[in-house]
Structures are given as structure tokens and as C-alpha cells.
């Protein structure tokens, strides 16, 4: 809508462990970090974009990524 975006949200999905995911987390740009993966899990994840009018429909997942040790 040629609007500026005014943040993101990052969702996750544990494709691991199904009851592991759901962890969201907001920022005004990138990166965005995520709490409370839970190491060696196998994760995807999806992005919205906000701005005056809403905000967008979810991305495609993106490829599975694992967390490793902090």
C-alpha cells in the first residue's frame, strides 16, 4: 500500500517438537530474536510486516534451522 512498515513479528514452529513452538517475538527491524527455542529442536519460521494500513499475511516458512548452544 506504499506505506512504511513499522515492525515485524517473527513466529516459530517446532517441527520437532510440535508443543515446543509457538514463540513470538517484535521488532522494528531486523534481526528479531526469538526466546525460548529449545536447543537441537528443528524450527521454521514465518514473518508479517505492520504499517498504518494492518498488517500483512504471514511468509511462506522458511527452511528449517536448528539452535545451537548459546
Do not use: M
Not at 11 to 27: H, K, L, P, V
Amino acid at each position: 500500500g506504499g506505506n512504511a512498515i513499522s515492525g515485524y513479528t517473527v513466529t516459530a514452529a517446532d517441527t520437532t517438537s510440535r508443543q515446543n513452538g509457538g514463540q513470538t517475538s517484535s521488532g522494528a527491524s531486523s534481526p528479531v530474536t526469538l526466546a525460548g527455542l529449545v536447543i537441537g529442536d528443528r524450527y521454521t519460521f514465518t514473518v508479517t510486516a505492520t504499517n498504518a494500513v494492518g498488517t500483512s499475511e504471514p511468509s511462506r516458512p522458511s527452511s528449517p534451522g536448528t539452535p545451537g548452544s548459546p
